[in-house]
């Protein structure tokens, strides 16, 4: 083995600058790197951009839409009364009072308390003109009852809280014009066809709804458009107005 004293002078000035040449090359590939996992200022400046009009479309959504909750909420329960409908045929040729088993959706103003209009959805099968919890749909979004005895403030435990559209939603006026004008309520057969009327009703379809139901909701705020819902008379199809694909 050569003592380091016995190196070529040339080579090791050439070893000196092959070793640079590596420190530099390594130099800037570390540097380029850096480079690379950093941002530069404009592209910060555009995700600063971004979440700032991301901010300004998602801040109006966090607040309340009276509105459109209401909506969803009386469209899901009419179209949830009209399924119910579907699979449970009260069809009998031989009760010709046979349509007042029909499943309904009935719309009241309580009769306590500050008259908060609040709806049920029942069958009334045993004809006798009024309903009782165990003639009441179950809502499936907690498992209670929509029902409630002439609109009492005080919610039972086995209630549903979402029949109370009046207080919830801050509604103060309900107008039915149409097919539903008088009584407040629609009915559906198991084609889904609406009826009203049918706590008179006999063998004939005389209460087969002739004209489209029409439900016009004014709220409390003076900020909140009215609302009109619209349930078309053979078809039972139920949307707001003016968005029929609602």
Same mark, same amino acid.
């Given at each position: ?85 579907l699979i449970d045929d009260k069809t009998d040729p031989f009760d010709t009072d046979w349509q007042k088993e029909l499943w309904k959706i009935s719309f009241s103003t309580s009769t306590v308390g500050n008259k908060a209009f609040f709806y049920t959805i029942s069958s009334?099968?045993?004809? &006798?003109? *009024?309903? #009782? ?10 498992? +209670?009852?929509?029902?409630? %005895?002439? $609109?009492?403030?005080?919610? &039972?435990? *086995?209630? #549903? ?10 509604? +103060?006026?309900?107008?039915? %014009?149409? $097919? ?67």
């Amino acid at each position: 083995m050569r003592e380091i004293d016995d190196i070529d002078p040339v080579q090791a000035v050439r070893y000196n600058h092959w070793k640079e040449r590596q420190t530099d090359k390594m130099n800037s590939t570390l540097s380029v790197e850096k480079q690379r996992n950093a941002f530069t200022m404009i592209e910060l400046v555009l995700v600063i951009v971004v979440l700032g009009i991301l901010s300004a479309l998602a801040i109006p959504r966090m607040e309340r839409d009276l509105r459109q909750e209401a909506a969803d909420n009386i469209l899901s329960a009419i179209r949830y009364t009209q399924h119910l409908a579907l699979i449970d045929d009260k069809t009998d040729p031989f009760d010709t009072d046979w349509q007042k088993e029909l499943w309904k959706i009935s719309f009241s103003t309580s009769t306590v308390g500050n008259k908060a209009f609040f709806y049920t959805i029942s069958s009334d099968s045993n004809h &006798n003109g *009024s309903v #009782s919890e165990d003639e009441t749909a179950i809502d499936p979004a907690n498992g +209670k009852y929509y029902f409630n %005895t002439n $609109g009492n403030p005080t919610i &039972n435990a *086995s209630e #549903s809280p979402n029949i109370f559209i009046g207080r919830k939603y801050g509604i +103060k006026k309900m107008k039915f %014009t149409g $097919g539903c004008s008088d009584p407040h309520h629609i009915a559906f057969d198991h084609l889904g066809r609406p009826f009203n009327g049918i706590g008179g009703a006999s063998n004939d379809f005389a209460t087969y709804m002739k004209r489209d139901c029409t439900i016009t909701l004014e709220f409390i705020s003076d900020g909140i458009d009215p609302l009109t819902i619209i349930i078309k008379k053979e078809t039972g199809y139920a949307y707001i107005k003016g968005e029929p694909d609602s």
